[in-house]
């Protein structure tokens, strides 16, 4: 399977760089399968830093994963799922210890719920609800040098 990472520069081996903004899934090495939105990245990435230029890297990996390593996947955007971004979007360091963690990107539409929840302007149900129903882009990232190893 090709995965795509979008960033400023090129990236030929990856690398794990310290977190300048909470992430969806915590601190790691972030992929998705859709090429698209690596070029949101891409574009976002290159804005934000003000240097560089938008490079989508190319990435080859294949299924499943070995079972040595510690996998967490969300399937769609659910309760779990939900707590999980909020949680590494609102702490320090949310305990983590998976090798790798799968699953829906929160993008903008998605930001809005999630903010609306924090300002406790929708409950966990209503933002939950409303976000079941978005087809979301994925994200793959890699947290530890053995699951980098796979790329």
Do not use: C
Request: avoid cysteine; hydrophobic fraction near 45%; charged fraction near 20%.
């Amino acid at each position: 399977m090709l995965l795509y990472h979008g960033s400023n520069i090129s990236v030929l081996k990856p690398r794990f760089l310290p977190p300048t903004r909470p992430m969806d899934f915590g601190a790691g090495f972030y992929l998705t399968s859709d090429l698209d939105q690596a070029k949101r990245w891409a574009v976002r990435t290159t804005q934000r830093r003000h240097v560089g230029a938008p490079m989508i890297s190319v990435f080859e990996v294949n299924f499943p994963f070995p079972a040595s390593l510690k996998i967490l996947r969300f399937e769609r955007p659910d309760e779990a799922w939900f707590d999980f971004v909020i949680g590494n979007r609102t702490v320090e360091a949310v305990p983590n210890d998976y090798d790798s963690v799968i699953g829906p990107v929160a993008n903008d539409q998605t930001i809005l719920t999630l903010n609306l929840y924090l300002e406790g302007l929708l409950t966990k149900e209503a933002a939950v609800k409303e976000l079941l129903p978005q087809l979301l882009s994925d994200q793959y990232t890699f947290r530890t040098s053995d699951a980098l190893a796979l790329l």
